[in-house]
């Protein structure tokens, strides 16, 4: 075991990942507020929507207003989830757009489109790009990758090197996202070889980051400890190794400490413990960001995240969707040592 990291870079994944597993649509404006309150709390990374065809995630069928009307600060870095090449050629199409300052129809009114200085504004208004990151992904099931994007490993590897190739041309950072690393609900064990061949793969066509998901919360924190030891040993330095995990059993955080142990410092999380996965049924939500965030404070891990200000997003985004949500912290708010 390594000495555990002194600081984490956290990525919040909920506008995207969260909001996409709602059964109803939140309202445009309500996930504009949402995004700019959270890029305010002092976390560094956020995921906001993903340019998949509508039809199939009617939850973020608005990724071109939402990213028209956030006002995100340069310091943030905003990144998105591209499924194909043509979803690739919508975000560049967009950015392109919202960087000459042409206007976006459809904007959700009251919002920073509309204000001046927001993100949606003239182009000297626009102080930043819409995004700054892409995230590809697929799974390291050949049974979860048809289910969830119905093409084969091989097609899904062959398609993403494309859209790598051409996002690094255009000047994007870059994420691969390895669905089901640990465990496949339909195949059982998935082996460690196939997933870090994977990633090797999705490295060399041009991610610099490849997050492992725990897709259905099936990893324990014994086989992530040794998985991310020799999963740095394979890929190398200069590759960014994130662990993205499901509490969907309970176990989310106790692999975020494994992880920690093996030497991780970048995790995906979602605020209010938020999202999912849409196959198969009951693969529930992700590690609440204020879960960990509050644990890593405890062990006096640095993440230059006010956990205040996350816990009032998590209260805002309960009001919003008006039920309880997972998060731990949210009930019992953050710990207070007495003098």
């Not at 640095?302 to 731990?328: F, I, K, W, Y």
């Amino acid at each position: 075991m390594s000495a555990l990291p002194r600081s984490v870079s956290i990525r919040e994944v909920g506008p995207r990942d969260g909001f996409q597993n709602e059964p109803e649509v939140i309202p445009t404006a309500r996930k504009v507020e949402l995004i700019d309150a959270l890029a305010r709390t002092g976390l560094e990374r956020l995921e906001v929507t993903s340019f998949v065809r509508p039809d199939v995630i009617p939850q973020l069928a608005d990724a071109a207003e939402v990213l028209a009307a956030i006002d995100v600060p340069a310091s943030v870095s905003v990144s998105v989830l591209i499924p194909n090449e043509r979803g690739l050629e919508a975000a560049l199409a967009l950015r392109e757009r919202l960087a000459q300052g042409a206007p976006q129809a459809g904007t959700a009114p009251g919002t920073a489109a509309e204000r001046p200085g927001g993100a949606g504004g003239s182009p000297a208004a626009r102080s930043r790009p819409a995004f700054d990151e892409v995230n590809v992904f697929m799974s390291a099931s050949e049974t979860h990758n048809r289910k969830n994007v119905n093409r084969s490993i091989a097609q899904s590897l062959a398609a993403l090197e494309v859209v790598l190739a051409r996002a690094r041309w255009a000047g994007l950072r870059c994420e691969g996202v390895i669905s089901t690393s640990f465990g496949c609900p339909y195949e059982g064990r998935v082996p460690v070889e196939r997933v870090l061949s994977i990633a090797a793969s999705l490295r060399d066509a041009g991610a610099q980051e490849i997050g492992f998901g725990d897709t259905t919360g099936m990893a324990n924190p014994v086989q992530v400890r040794e998985f991310f030891a020799l999963a740095r040993e394979r890929l190398g330095e200069e590759v960014q190794l994130t662990a993205h995990f499901h509490n969907t059993r309970g176990q989310g955080l106790a692999n975020a400490l494994a992880a920690l142990e093996a030497g991780v410092d970048s995790f995906e999380s979602s605020f209010g413990e938020l999202g999912g996965c849409p196959v198969p049924a009951g693969a529930t939500g992700n590690i609440a960001t204020e879960d960990l965030v509050s644990m890593l404070h405890e062990m006096g891990i640095e993440t230059g995240v006010s956990l205040e200000a996350l816990l009032e997003c998590a209260r805002r985004v309960r009001e919003v969707l008006g039920r309880p949500l997972g998060s731990h912290t949210l009930v019992a708010g953050p710990i207070s040592w007495q003098p």
